[in-house]
C-alpha cells in the first residue's frame, strides 16, 4: 500500500459520495451526478512557515469532515482510490456534529 504525506499547508482529502436518490426517491444517475464538494480529510502537512519561521500548524486534522470549492485541489489516483490535493486556503469550513452540538446547547 502507498502512502502519501502532504507537504507545508497542503491537505489530501477524499470526497463522499452524494445519495443516489432524491428524497423523493428519483433516481440520479451517475452523468447528472455533480462531483461532491464534501469529503473526509485523510492527510494533512505540517503547516506553513510565518514570517519569523515559527511553524503555524492547520486548522484541519485526519477524519475532519470539510467543505470546499467546486474546481478546487489536483485529483489523484492512489491505489485506485480518488483523493484530492489542496492547500488548507482552498477548504471552506469543517462539518461539525450538529446532534451532539444541539444537546450542548
Known sequence: ??????????VMVQRVEQEEKTSGG????DTAKEKPME??????GSGNR????????????AGD?????????????LD?????MMKESDIMGIIENTKASKKAA
Open 1 to 10: 500500500m502507498t502512502s502519501i504525506r502532504p507537504l507545508h499547508d497542503r
Open 65 to 77: 469532515r470539510v467543505l470546499f470549492g467546486k474546481w478546487s485541489g489536483t485529483e489523484l489516483k
Open 50 to 61: 510565518d514570517e519569523s519561521g515559527k511553524l503555524q500548524p492547520l486548522d484541519v486534522k
Open 80 to 84: 485506485g482510490k480518488d483523493y484530492l
Open 26 to 29: 428519483i433516481i440520479i444517475p
Open 39 to 44: 469529503g473526509i480529510v485523510i492527510a494533512v
